[in-house]
């Protein structure tokens, strides 16, 4: 068996790198595309233009579409639960459940409208997929709703949960409002900021007494 020269490990690891770069790239015009367009909208035409390839060479990547699609959708439920993680983990001990779900209402808003169209293809496209291709975002984006679970059971073990809202019901609706922002939010007709701060204050004075 002849050995690997040294000049073969570099064209080696210069093909794999330049793969990881084409995947990557792949991925992030998919996201752009069925943020845009959606899942019935998305063309394999539209992710290859979008990523500068020809559309066949997509295959030599994903099989398919709608695996491609796939990808996209978990990356953007992992991106989307690690990001809301990391913001709620980097406040002090004893923040009160009122101050983190604040926290929580900025970073969803933030990451769907500004920082992510992995995020926005999750949100616009992730029950549009059929089960088999969904299975793994949904699953994760199971765990980042669990998140919101315990941020509005911890307000009512404080007590500031109104009597009259139940927790399951309260949770979904505010995650429904969040997510629709996707839909109407232009940077033209104000600041990301305004809007977290309005968002902020509706959210607090539906759940607390």
Do not use: C
């Not at 109407?184 to 968002?199: F, K, L, N, Q």
């Amino acid at each position: 068996m002849p050995r690997k020269t040294i000049a073969n490990t570099d064209a080696t690891e210069s093909a794999d790198t330049k793969s990881a770069r084409t995947r990557a790239r792949l991925l992030d015009a998919t996201a752009k595309v069925l943020a845009r367009k959606g899942f019935a909208g998305t063309r394999l035409s539209d992710i290859a233009e979008e990523a500068h390839v020809q559309a066949p060479a997509i295959y030599y990547y994903y099989p398919s579409r709608e695996d491609l699609i796939e990808a996209v959708l978990f990356a953007g439920a992992q991106a989307m639960h690690e990001f809301l993680t990391a913001r709620l983990a980097e406040l002090p001990d004893g923040t009160s459940p009122s101050k983190r779900i604040e926290v929580a209402v900025e970073a969803h808003l933030r990451h769907e409208l500004e920082l992510s169209d992995y995020a926005r293809a999750v949100i616009r496209n992730a029950n549009q997929m059929p089960e088999q291709f969904s299975r793994r975002a949904l699953e994760t984006i199971t765990e980042y709703n669990d998140i919101w679970r315990d941020l509005v059971a911890d307000l009512a073990d404080a007590g500031l949960l109104r009597e009259d809202v139940d927790p399951s019901i309260g949770r979904m609706i505010v995650l429904g409002a969040l997510n629709w922002s996707v839909e109407w939010w232009d940077p033209a007709r104000g600041s990301i900021e305004h809007v977290i701060a309005v968002t902020q204050s509706m959210v607090l004075h539906a759940l607390r007494p």
